[in-house]
Structures are given as structure tokens and as C-alpha cells.
């Protein structure tokens, strides 16, 4: 990108000099605050000198002049920076990347880079200015983010969570395949949207409680699934088969003796001569239906069977 520099007439001030110095020093405690640091070329972008990348490298000035300052970076961002600034010279566009900077330490903190030519009146550059920014705890960040993420993504429940004030400002994409609903459509309060209008006013009392007593939340709901239905989320076939099994159980050690089904089989089949229908979707929908006969005959031949 050019900056062209446009033509003014200057008019001599005595104080010219002093409102020049103090301008830079403004420019100077901003780029300190920002935590960058500034730099510039000659014409035909070959590094002089950059006092401040070498307070930060501890690079000699011979050491930095030229493409010397390349020695600097990460062996892994040599290569496609030196490509990125040698195209934005070719070209006299906007050079702009971001490289891994070794501090006087031995340390490598990432830096992003903006750089643009700066013409004189007759269209040829004068120089190159630029700017490198501090973003290693942006950096940080974002691949903390990338790998939470990436764990609440490869787990087969739904989680959420909230801020201090109680937003709900996460879920996972199991939520979102589930729910169906576009993300963030459901972040604040919208979230209890989401239950059976009979169990709303339950979970968000007890949600309320929750944040007012610090005791866990702990609730039984109806969700809306993205078929429109409230009927659970669906058994697959593997746990179908062994689903009324004594002992057998899909969930965590001490949270359930895995008898529920097994009894209720036992109960309604062996005892009465009944039956339980299940009707399942994965990811969507089941339902149980249980049949009772109506007469003592049919319980008998039940029984036997």
C-alpha cells in the first residue's frame, strides 16, 4: 500500500522544533504502551539499523543489517517472511505476517509484523515504515481455546458453561447438533428456551438457587431436540442389545447400578407377560412403551413363555 506524502507549504515557527520532539516522544510512550516496536528501511528496503528490534534481540547492528534481522526469527518463520517481504517490495503493497521474534534470552515470542512504503511527490519510495506487535499472550489464547475445544468437541455429552455474572457464554457442538439451534442463539438466558414449557420455571429456580448458595446444580429436563421432539436422545444399537442386561449401565462408575431396566424387564415380562416396546433414533428420539395384559389368563401364559 502506498502512503503518498501530499505537498503542503511549511511556514518556519521557532517552536516548529519543540512541537516535533514532542510528538515523537507521544508516538514513542504509545508504541512502548502497545508493547511493539517500530522500524524502517532505506529505499530500497535493505535494513540500516532498528535500535529497538536490537534492544529486543540483542542483535549487533551489523548483525541486523540487511536480511541479517531474519536470523532472528524462529528457523520455521525464516523463510516465508523473508518470501512475504520481498513480495510486498515487488509489488509496493502492504507487508504484513506474523513470525516468532528470539528475544535477547533466547526466548521466541510471536510478533506481528505490518509494514508500508512511504513515496515522495514524484511516486518513488522513500522509505519503508513499519511496526512489530506483541501478540505471544494472544497467541497463548488462542491455542488454549483450540485444544478446549477440541476436548468438549471429542466427548459424547453436552457441556456449557457460564461467566462470573452467569451468562452462558459455551457449548460444545454436541449441544448445537442436538439442539440444532445456530450458534450462540442460545447463549444468556435463552438457554432455558430450550426446555418443555412443564419443566422452565423448575430449572430456573434451581438455577437460581445454584448462583445464590454456590450448592451444585443438579436437575432432570426435557430438551427440545432438533426434531422438534422432547423424548431423549437416542440409544444406539450396541447399547440396545444389553440395555435390559443386569448390572449393565452407560454411565460413569457410582452413578447408576445399571438394575433400572433390567428390574422394570423383569417386572413387566417374566412376572406379568407383558412387553417393552422401544421405539430409538440415535441422536434423536426414544420411546418406551410398556404392554400389560388385560386378563389373569394372558398374565399366566405370559409367565410361561
Known amino acids: 500500500m502506498a502512503v503518498p506524502i501530499p505537498a503542503t507549504t511549511r511556514q518556519p515557527h521557532q517552536h516548529s522544533g519543540g512541537a516535533l520532539a514532542a510528538s515523537e516522544a507521544r508516538y514513542r510512550a504509545l508504541v512502548s504502551a502497545l508493547s511493539s516496536l517500530v522500524w524502517n528501511t532505506a529505499a ?29 526469527l524462529h528457523p520455521d518463520d525464516r523463510d516465508r517472511s523473508q518470501i512475504a517481504w520481498q513480495t510486498a517490495v515487488d509489488t509496493e503493497s502492504t507487508y504484513e505476517t506474523e513470525y516468532r521474534i ?54 459424547d455429552q453436552m457441556i456449557w458453561s457460564t461467566l462470573p455474572d452467569d451468562y452462558h457464554d459455551f457449548y460444545n457442538q454436541r449441544w448445537y447438533d442436538y439442539t440444532g439451534m445456530p450458534q450462540g442463539s442460545t447463549d444468556g438466558e ?18 437460581r438457587h445454584s448462583l445464590a448458595t454456590g450448592e451444585l ?50 417386572i413387566v415380562v417374566k412376572q406379568h ?9 440415535p441422536d434423536a428420539f426414544t420411546e418406551f412403551r410398556i404392554i400389560l395384559p388385560r386378563n389373569a389368563a394372558s398374565i399366566s401364559s405370559g409367565g410361561k413363555s
Open 273 to 281: 407377560g407383558g412387553a417393552i416396546d422401544v421405539e430409538t433414533e
Open 102 to 155: 528470539r528475544r535477547w534470552d533466547g526466548e521466541y515470542l510471536w510478533h506481528q509484523a505490518r509494514g508500508v512504503a512511504i513515496h515522495d511527490e514524484d511516486g518513488s519510495i522513500r522509505e519503508w515504515v513499519g511496526i512489530c506487535v506483541d501478540i505471544e499472550d494472544r497467541k497463548r489464547l488462542r491455542e488454549s481455546e483450540a485444544r478446549f475445544h477440541a476436548i468438549t468437541n471429542s466427548i
Open 44 to 72: 530500497d528496503s535493505q535494513i540500516v539499523d532498528m535500535p529497538e528490534w536490537r534492544a529486543l534481540t540483542g542483535q549487533t547492528v551489523d548483525e541486523v543489517r540487511g536480511w541479517g534481522w531474519l536470523n532472528a
Open 217 to 266: 446444580y443438579e436437575i432432570e429436563y426435557r430438551l427440545r431436540h432438533r426434531s422438534g421432539q422432547y423424548n431423549g436422545i437416542g440409544i444406539r444399537s450396541s447399547v440396545r442389545e444389553k440395555m435390559f442386561n443386569p448390572f449393565f449401565t452407560t454411565k460413569p462408575a457410582g452413578e447408576g447400578t445399571g438394575l433400572g431396566l433390567s428390574l422394570s424387564h423383569d
Open 190 to 207: 435463552a438457554w432455558n428456551g430450550m426446555f418443555h414449557r412443564d419443566d422452565q420455571d423448575r430449572a430456573w429456580a434451581a438455577w
